[in-house]
């Protein structure tokens, strides 16, 4: 009974988290004099906001993810959670060297540059979509629906983080962009 108190309030902690986030970000797509994501600058209340809500978001959710994790099973169990942790690495792991490749600071939201070569000359935005394969390694090693749903919040996110980025990178890039956009495609 402790474990499934503790699952429903990491839970909970976590969705309300990713919501938040959620919200405040089409809050900024309707409204011309408010910006949420990407932050205005570094050191604003975006900015630290979105980190606070983001570690509510993930923090909770990778305890949950353990304590709802079960290894016991048949083989074909066991093949899939072998699967699942290949692409969850796999996914994971290249959305950190594309993020790198890109600059850490301009990944958040800081104007360093609009990177169009390597991994980005095919998307621009691959570290959303080598994320969602690491989502989909997660969902099934988890093999929770609580996770999963948690899980498709995230891919939610990132399949919405375009359209509030967009106009922002539009904005600092100006024509720069607008030839990119039109020469690659946004996710595949």
């Not at 099934?140 to 106009?167: D, Q, T």
Request: glycine share 6%; aromatic share 18%; charged share 15%.
């Amino acid at each position: 009974m402790m474990v499934e108190s503790w699952s429903t309030l990491l839970f909970s902690v976590s969705l309300v988290s990713v919501c938040v986030i959620l919200i405040l970000s089409l809050v900024a797509t309707l409204r011309s004099n408010f910006q949420f994501w990407p932050p205005p600058e570094r050191k604003s209340w975006q900015h630290r906001s979105f980190l606070i809500l983001f570690r509510c978001f993930l923090y909770p959710l990778i305890v949950l993810s353990v304590l709802e994790f079960e290894l016991a099973g048949s083989a074909a169990r066991f093949f899939t959670i072998t699967i699942g942790v290949i692409l969850l690495f796999a996914g994971f792991g290249l959305a950190i060297r594309i993020t790198l490749q890109m600059g850490w600071r301009n990944a958040f939201g800081e104007k360093r540059g609009l990177v169009t070569d390597g991994y980005f000359s095919k998307s621009r935005n691959p570290v959303y979509v080598a994320t969602w394969l690491g989502l989909i390694g997660w969902a099934v090693v988890a093999n929770s629906v609580w996770v999963s749903i948690l899980l498709g919040f995230w891919a939610a996110l990132y399949l919405f983080a375009p359209l509030f980025e967009e106009p922002w990178l539009e904005q600092m890039y100006g024509d720069e962009f607008r030839e990119y956009r039109l020469r690659v495609r946004r996710f595949l």
